[in-house]
């Protein structure tokens, strides 16, 4: 009997089913069976079957990345040297670091640069905006950054002042290193370009591009997916939503890395009047407990899909991340501070 047979004769069964009402449940029910114990037997039997696939997650095919980074320097390590600059990645590389983070904007002329804020005012002092200015004109850095990861830390840098830096000339000068892109704003302009240098560079598959919006993983993925995607915002919750639900295993996923914050680190990263009033702590803990999940994060790995937190400056910090999560790796701004701490455990280093 064909395929086609019978699934004509199956979809005439389900149309006499609804349309006619001539099956009832009634008609399979044993004796002296309660109806709801076949509810009960379909909800035990989705959850047994979302467990054994979350815990085998064989549905889909494993993703087969070509980085693996325990050690990731958040802005190049911006606690070390100067955040996003080619001092801070050389010094980055000096500690060990597999990964390089970083920001990208675009010049009014055109030139993809590497800078977390578009509005210059705070790591220049001047009130200057990248995409409204020429690359040649834009102000050098100031030498003295706080860092935003780390209450009352600044960096300061000896010498003299630094320009902004293009990102080609990062590509030039770290050519194997994976590099975990951001950018910064939905421009469709930045994305080509960015998107262009990647491929001048042949860098496709070492380097992954997200940003917290889903609008712009979205063009990002739609411009090449064959690039590397980070979670946006909206994903991680539906991700998370879904992990809950059970439904998880069954669904397909386009991102390679899971790159979430760890809330607790709210208390060490910010201004502590702005956390804390008993409801802002409550809600981080909420957070916390939904989205810091062992189970969560192996089944992702499990699916060759890398998980990273940020950003991590403190050893109890990385015990945690490490040891009691299971992540792939840790975005810090204290590169050396990291590297020491895998020197000491060297069996949460992934291979180089």
Known sequence: MTRQILFAR????????????????????????????????????????????LKCPIIYKKKRLLFKCSHISHRGGAAEKLENTCNAYRNAMECGTQMLELDVHLTADKVVVVSHDNHLL?????????????????????????????????????????????LEDVFQEFPNTPI????????????????????????EEITPWGNFSNKVTSKLYKTNPNIPLVFSMKRVALTVLTFYLGLLPFLPIKESCFAVIMPNIARKAFN???TESCGIR???????????????????????????LWVLNDEEDFKRAYKKLGVTGVMTDFPSKLNDWLKEHPQYRSDD
């Open 10 to 53: 199956a979809k005439r069964f389900v149309r006499h089913l609804f349309q006619h009402k001539a099956i009832s449940i009634k008609r399979f029910n044993m004796p002296g069976v309660n109806p709801g114990y076949y509810v009960l037997a379909g909800v035990g039997g989705y959850i047994l079957t979302s467990i054994f696939f």
């Open 122 to 166: 705070r790591t220049t002092g001047e009130d200057v905006h990248i995409k409204d200015t020429k690359y040649e004109d834009l102000p050098l850095l100031s030498k003295e950054l706080g860092v935003t990861f780390h209450y009352h830390t600044t960096c300061h840098h000896e010498g003299n002042a630094l320009q902004i830096e293009k």
């Open 180 to 203: 975990h892109l951001d950018v910064k704003i939905y421009d469709e302009e930045l994305i080509q370009e960015t998107n262009n240098l990647i491929r001048k560079f042949n860098r």
């Open 272 to 274: 502590p009047s702005m």
């Open 282 to 308: 409550a809600l981080f803990a909420v957070i916390d407990f939904l989205l810091m999940s062992n189970v969560l994060f192996t089944h992702l790995k499990d699916r060759g899909i890398n998980v990273y």
